[in-house]
Structure formats: C-alpha cells, structure tokens
C-alpha cells in the first residue's frame, strides 16, 4: 500500500522569494512514481512535475523542482521566483510502477504568495 | 485536442435519486479513472479501468457504478444518492503502457456534487 504525507497545510511566501512544499511517501513498491499537482482556485488539477524512483537526477520543469531523497523518502517541491499565480493548493501524489496508475494523493498544502 | 472532459459542471440531487456523471478523452488513452475530492482530504480513487471492457474498484466504490464500452468513454454512476456522495469528482487518463514511463494523469474539470 501506498501512503502520502504532506504534513503542511499551509505555507506563504513572499513574491520572489522560493518555497518548499513537504512530502514524504511509504511504499512497498520497489519501483514507483511521484507527481506534483497544482489545483488554483477555479479547481482544475495541473500537473506539474514527475519523479521516477529510478531516475538519477532530480527532476525539474522550469521554476518547479522536485527535491527526492529516497533514503528518506521524501519529494518536496521547490518552486522559484514565486508569483502571484502560484498560490494554490498543491497536491503531492504517487503511484506503482507495476500495475494500474492508480495515484494516492496527499491532503496538500496551500500556498499563499504575499506580494 | 479537448483532452478530458466532464459533464455537468455542477448538480443538485435530492436523497436516493439516481444519475451519471460523464467523462470523455480524446487522447486514446487506455486507462480511465474516477476520484473524489473531499474538504481537506486530497483526491480519493473511486473505479478505475484499464482498457474498454475491463473496470476495477478503488479505495472508495460503495454506491458508485462504472462501464467502459468504448476508449473514449467512461461514466460514474450514482445508484442512490446520498448525502455522503456530496463531493467534487474528478475524471482523469494516460496512458497505460508497460515499462517505467510517467503515465501521468490528466484531469477533467470536475463535477461538483451536492446531494440534499
């Protein structure tokens, strides 16, 4: 079984300035995958980033990186040169790379940038 | 491309009606799923299909129904609606292929649900 944690329900940070969302995860999964997911306040959910647990290198997309430690088994999202259309809740979600995609969501974090 | 689409936006049900959420992709994605999004819960699997004829239960399907006849298509129904199933809903695909690829998720809009 699959479990995530994000053990911050809120966070702000000024405009400019970077912030750290937490997540830490628990599987049995020997192999499996971990997302970030953007939901503003219209509802949609946005993916943001991907992180295999095989891959070498941290993964980034533009402002998003995504900080993984497997030893501690934790992603923690790191967003740059924050902007005003940042803030949102931000979902962190995994998933087996065997068998269905299904994802196992955290209860997320709200991210309020102060301008 | 329209990616994932759901019908309706928003619905109001009366206590034991019935109705039927939809849910439409136009990526040719195999794999189909069904989440609800509770207040200060993340997103929960309902059912889940991996290819058109083949469905599964997730981690909350009590009072939900799923088909999936086609690739395109995969509607959540509502048997009897309860308070309970007040919630927002969320359609989502990828692909479903083998190997260690994403097989990232994309959502629909939501439907948001207020059962009376």
């Known amino acids: 079984a699959q479990k995530i944690t994000q053990t911050q329900p809120g966070m702000f940070v000024q405009e400019k300035e970077a912030v750290t969302l937490d997540c830490t995860y628990d599987?049995?999964?020997?192999?499996?995958?971990l997302f970030w997911y953007k939901q503003p306040s219209s509802g949609e959910m946005i993916f943001l980033i991907y992180q295999g647990s095989y891959d070498q290198q941290n993964a980034t997309e533009g402002r998003y990186s995504l900080n993984f430690q497997k030893a501690r088994k934790s992603a923690n999202l790191v967003i740059s040169a924050s902007q005003l259309g940042d803030s949102a809740m931000y979902f962190c979600?995994?998933?087996?790379?065997?068998?269905?995609?299904?994802?196992?969501f955290g209860t997320g974090t709200r991210l309020t940038v102060i301008p | 491309n329209a990616g994932v689409t759901q019908t309706p936006k928003f619905q109001v049900l009366k206590t034991g009606q019935s109705m039927t959420l939809q849910c439409a992709q136009d990526?040719?994605?195999?794999?189909m799923s069904w989440y609800r999004q509770d207040p200060g819960m993340g997103l929960r699997l309902i059912h889940y299909s991996v290819g058109a004829g083949i469905t599964d239960q997730g981690e909350v399907p009590n009072g939900y129904n799923v088909s999936r006849s086609t690739t395109e298509d995969f509607p959540l129904r509502l048997l009897s609606a309860a308070p309970s199933q007040t919630s927002v809903y969320f359609c989502a695909s990828s692909y479903f292929t083998g190997g260690r690829g994403p097989r990232t998720q994309y959502f629909g809009p939501g439907t948001r649900l207020l059962v009376l």
């Open positions: 979600a995994m998933r087996g790379l065997t068998g269905a995609n299904n994802l196992f």
């Open positions: 599987t049995s999964d020997p192999s499996y995958g």
């Open positions: 990526m040719n994605h195999e794999y």
